[in-house]
């Protein structure tokens, strides 16, 4: 299975053994062995803290800690735990971003909100007043907020379904909404109604700031684990086309633009750090999960609630960048010919 061989490619050491960095060539790398050897290594990593701004987070197990690998041709590798679920929070916002793309095409992000990074914290008011809410992101709350107002349905049930039944295609399976945590940030969720509402009143959100607010709440509210969270990378990773299923989500003309937002805005104002480290678009989400792209290869998810200062789970950060690297997963690291 490994190769031990001088003439490998992007050659790297993974559990004791070199290994080729071509993923292609899984063949010759024990996926398993570096997904489980980077669980073990950040198992006992105690850094960081829970997020408490939303009071119901800060009562999540903070040692649940997983983390999937599911290639484009649909293979699992997991280790830890991957069946409890945590909110999907900011991550949602891909996936939301993706339906509006679908169904309205990709100009609209850009004549909208945009899709340069504002290099200020995810839910900045100061980021909306400099640029008049021209240069948001829908990865940060103003554009994604922006952009849950942008989905199509003639009621706010029918922009619910449009929605959750996005996100339920992506994951392969039926989703469902963390009540207690909804519940919990719409009772605490006057900032990013007010974010809302000046995107409102910058005529970035067209009508009903508030209701869109709420959906955005709803939707960062519903529960995933780390393997819905890989299948969902992975679908993206495979073109829109879900590897576990089968099933076409999306289009593939869309996906291009889909990894641009994340890589441009997906860890924040960390999201060039996260680049320069491991090359790969990535969404991170307030409730410890991270998910991570490598086109045509494979998705990578970890979920470990303790947040750094940008808000981005600390283990997840560490074991995707390094599983990641091992696999050969950086599209800007070409072999030499
Ligand atoms: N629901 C959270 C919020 O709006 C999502 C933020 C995040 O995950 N970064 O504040």
């Known amino acids: 299975m490994m190769s031990c061989k001088k003439f490998i490619i992007g050659k790297m050491l993974v559990a004791g053994f070199i290994v080729t960095g071509l993923f292609t060539q899984a063949h010759a790398i024990d996926v398993d062995a570096v997904v489980k050897a980077a669980y073990e290594k950040y198992k006992d990593l105690d850094e960081g803290a829970n997020a408490d701004y939303i009071p119901a987070l800060a009562k999540v197990d903070s040692n649940l800690f997983g983390i999937v690998v599911i290639t484009t041709d649909g293979k699992i590798y997991s280790a830890g735990d991957v069946a409890s679920e945590v909110s999907i929070q900011s991550i949602s916002k891909v996936f939301t971003m993706a339906r509006v793309m679908e169904d309205s095409g990709t100009e609209v992000i850009t004549e909208n909100m945009g ?21 948001m992101n829908p990865m ?39 009540e207690d945590i909804y519940t919990s940030e719409a009772a605490t969720n ?24 709420d959906i955005y709440t709803r939707q960062c509210s519903v529960g995933v684990n780390a393997k819905d969270l890989a299948t969902m990378a992975a679908t993206l990773a495979n073109g ?17 633009e889909i990894l641009a937002v994340m890589a441009t805005a997906g860890l924040y104002d960390d999201s060039g750090q996260w680049l320069y480290k491991t090359g790969l678009p990535a969404k991170s989400g ?10 045509g290869k494979f998705g990578i998810a970890a979920i470990s609630p303790p947040l750094d200062a940008a808000g981005n789970s600390i283990r997840a950060q560490r074991a995707i960048a390094d599983i990641a690297n091992a696999l050969g997963g950086n599209p800007y690291d070409p072999a030499p010919k």
């Open 240 to 256: 829109g086309k879900n590897p576990v299923t089968g099933k076409t989500v999306v289009s593939h003309e869309i996906i291009p």
């Open 286 to 295: 307030v409730g410890g999960g991270i998910l991570a792209v490598s086109p």
């Open 190 to 213: 006057q900032r990013n109604q007010a974010l809302a509402m000046l995107m409102y009143a910058y005529g970035r959100i067209e009508k009903a700031p508030i209701e869109a607010t």
């Open 115 to 135: 899709v340069d990074a504002t290099g200020q914290v995810f839910n900045s008011i100061v980021a909306i007043e400099q640029y008049q809410g021209q240069e």
């Open 140 to 178: 940060v709350n103003p554009g994604a907020i922006a952009t849950t107002s942008m989905v199509k349905g003639s009621s706010e049930k029918e922009i619910w379904k449009n929605i959750i039944d996005t996100y339920d295609d992506f994951a392969g399976r039926k989703l469902t909404v963390m």
